[in-house]
């Protein structure tokens, strides 16, 4: 079969190397990797598979890690990773939304075969695709074993990209840009908010003539009107009013690797509310990107916008920012580094970040952000779309 | 604030009723809801928010659950729920994918100040967004609770439609055909697979004129060549190939309700074993759907289909069809109905089934697929796309 692999071989098997070197720091023998990002960032993993159980099982001592999954998908499998056959392990549909068999009894067996019932086993407690029944099957299971909690341990391996990710992110870069240049020019009054999102998708997925688009692992998300006091809401099927304030937070993806951008579109007079609270976060962003570089703490960061917000009044009560990259939906955030207080974690060159102040109050908000990647001495911006409120 | 509502008031009340209903039959005193298609189907909440722990308490003596979620989703609830002010809970910030404050930290003294922590607590033990941390947040702080498995309580309460449901999904059919055709339109020697799939989401997101469509929670489906061996691929950036066949697996969505189709493309001559496949498929369709009415059970389908097919040597070896409608991503599958042995799920009129007996060989495979509404006597079809092997 010819395989789609987006890495060399050797890379995937650094990344598996530093995770192994991960669970021997923390005394784990056995890890059960279910996050699809995770899955995708050791073997290459792709497809959308994630709604059965599925998963890794990386065992410290053994060459490789062992896929499981439905059986339908061992082909996925075969053509995505570069997994050789004998840990290539399907089961049956039977095991699909049942009462009866459960996927963790099959895994279960596989770890008796491979001699790990014994072991130091380490699950992702909370990640989306771990359910609280893959966690009472297994331990039911297997009653020799000992449990830890694995969550995030391979997202911290994530967290400094090497060069292929980097360019990744950078082709997504210029994907996100291209879809908010589309958003901005669709965004008139009394055209249906449904027709924008559209746009905004046919711009994500075709790209650019040179390299195509992938999907994100959160829906473009447009809330307008009132709306706009809250970030998650996508669209309606109404049309854009005068005087409409639209947030635009969306990303653009290059082989699963995400570049995320927001905006914020006025349809006529902004309301000087809504121009004095772009203001602040513009001033913010600058005052703070000027801070940036390797060695400063995550929660530095926070400090240096808060000063600078503290001079208007408004108030951003939560966290500024997170680490992004390679992802599944639904969310394109790492869940590792998050700008606010008590992350003390320190930057390093080729960590990327989504500084994302946006502040919504009880009837408006505003989403302004800047993606960002550490360099050896400052910070790169991932985009350079202008920079402010875009009254239109 | 004016609220997004896309269902009367008494209809989410009527809902609640049935799950309180269902609760009582299986002793349950409160439901921790966190799947967000069972969110919604109560309460109307509807956003992109599930990517951080949220939910619904349901007490069996209370009228109105209570929402919880994160502090700046708040607003989400307010502007897209029936429920009250008081109903409304959000957490701060610091809450979020945090090592030492959990969301069900702050559901557990939701669950104390509402006299509940000596109550049987059903949670949804096997659901997307239920992590195994959630059940052990929630075990450890409520010592004196008895739990139970909540899995699909409300899936089953969903499974007959509403006349205003099946007017939502006729729509998201529509949507389908449309954007079926556009995809077969699009695929072409030389195009880019990503534009296909581009094309693909425009069509499902502009909807018609008269109304618009909404994000479904499947991406489109789209391997061609070797990758039609599985099926849960997208696309790659590559152009198609001369010989090419292409799966298309879509849905349309109208109002988070979907309908779901299948059709399989062949670029240029098909080669005999996928025009022989189907064949097979094709005639098993038209031979099962003639038996289908109420009465019958889920797995009666499955062996109609299952004899249809014998004659032709080809296996089909996993469940030909499921329950559909309401959903968020991952799936747009219901995750009660299998059609496959052993569910012995009676139909009723107002049940929507995907018929989907998709076969997938070492080197090729097949989709064909009809989405299917329970009549009192029979079945509807929804959607009228030309039943065959796409040739083009």
């Not at 099982?57 to 570069?82: H, K, S, Y």
């Not at 049956?92 to 895994?107: F, N």
């Not at 060069?163 to 950078?170: F, N, P, Q």
């Not at 790169?380 to 920079?387: D, I, M, S, V």
Request: hydrophobic share 35%.
């Amino acid at each position: 079969m010819t395989k789609t692999l987006y890495f060399e071989v050797g890379e995937y098997k650094q990344r598996l190397a530093k995770t192994k070197q991960s669970m021997n720091d923390k005394g784990i023998e056995v890890l059960i990797v279910t996050d699809p990002a995770n899955m995708n960032y050791i073997t290459g993993f792709d497809g959308w598979s994630f709604y059965v159980h599925q998963g890794l099982i990386i065992i410290i001592d053994q060459d490789e890690p062992i896929w499981f999954g439905r059986g339908q998908d061992g082909n996925a499998a075969r053509l995505t990773t570069w997994l050789s056959e004998e840990n290539i392990r399907a089961y049956t549909d039977d095991y699909v939304q049942s009462l009866i068999k459960h996927p963790m009894d099959y895994v279960s067996d596989i770890l008796r075969e491979k001699g790990c019932d014994n072991k130091v086993i380490a699950t992702e407690m909370d990640t989306y695709y771990y359910t609280a029944k893959c966690q009472e099957c297994l331990v039911n299971n297997l009653p020799n074993a000992k449990f830890k909690d694995g969550t995030n341990l391979i997202n911290w391996v994530k967290i400094v990209k090497s060069s292929t990710e980097i360019d990744y992110i950078k082709k997504a870069a210029i994907i996100v840009e291209n879809t908010m240049q589309k958003a901005f020019d669709s965004i008139n009054v009394g055209t249906r908010q449904n027709e924008v999102a559209a746009n905004v998708y046919h711009a994500q997925i075709y790209g650019t003539e040179e390299f195509g688009g992938d999907y994100t692992s959160i829906a473009p998300l447009l809330p307008s009107g009132i709306r706009t006091s809250t970030p998650h809401l996508s669209w309606t099927d109404e049309p854009y009013r005068d005087g409409d304030t639209v947030l635009v937070e969306i990303a653009g993806n290059y082989r699963r690797y995400h570049c995320p951008l927001s905006r914020t579109v006025i349809l006529g007079n902004a309301p000087q509310k809504v121009q004095d609270l772009a203001s602040v976060v513009v001033e913010g962003i600058a005052e703070t990107l000027a801070f940036v570089k390797p060695g400063i703490t995550a929660e530095d960061i926070e400090r240096v916008w808060s000063k600078s917000i503290a001079k208007s009044g408004f108030i951003k009560d939560s966290r500024v920012g997170y680490s992004f990259g390679l992802n599944y939906p639904p969310d394109w955030g790492e869940h590792t580094i998050s700008l606010r207080p008590g992350d003390k974690t320190i930057l390093e060159p080729n960590m990327t970040l989504h500084f994302m102040p946006g502040i919504w109050l009880d009837d408006c908000g505003v989403d302004i952000s800047e993606p960002i990647r550490i360099t050896e001495t400052g910070v790169e911006l991932l985009t350079h779309y202008p920079r402010k409120l875009l009254v239109k």
